[in-house]
Nanobody, 123 residues
Framework: QVQLIESGGGLAQAGGSLRLSCAAS????????MGWFRQAPGKERDIVAA????????YYANSMKGRCTISRDNAKKTLYLQMNNLKPEDTAVYYC????????????????WGKGTLVTVSS
């Protein structure tokens, strides 16, 4: 059983930056591909970015492409999402999630979810 705990959310101004972290415990972090997802009020949960277990493959949603970077430190069992040039429409709860394969993450077939961290971007 893998536990995922997100941190780093908060209030940011438009144009600002935030770095989200997701600490994993209770399993072998390297066994999993990881992803960041977000859910804005009244909207469905959408993928933001994904990364393979080794970090060699990454994916970014068009809405965030060029403005965020997903990375992972397998030794620290931590996933990161660096977000830059934030926009008010980035306001959402951000979740990290784990799946056995990279393709599973892209297909939203996740095995484990964190509880989320709220990001609020003011204009």
């Amino acid at each position: 059983q893998v536990q995922l705990i997100e941190s780093g959310g908060g209030l940011a101004q438009a144009g600002g930056s935030l770095r989200l972290s997701c600490a994993a415990s209770g399993g072998t972090f390297m066994d999993y591909a990881m992803g960041w997802f977000r859910q804005a009020p009244g909207k469905e949960r959408d993928i933001v970015a994904a990364i393979s277990w080794s970090g060699s493959s990454t994916y970014y949603a068009n809405s965030m492409k060029g403005r965020c970077t997903i990375s992972r430190d397998n030794a620290k069992k931590t996933l990161y999402l660096q977000m830059n040039n934030l926009k008010p429409e980035d306001t959402a709860v951000y979740y990290c999630a784990a799946a056995g394969t990279y393709s599973q993450v892209l297909k939203y077939s996740l095995d484990y979810w964190g509880k989320g961290t709220l990001v609020t971007v003011s204009s």
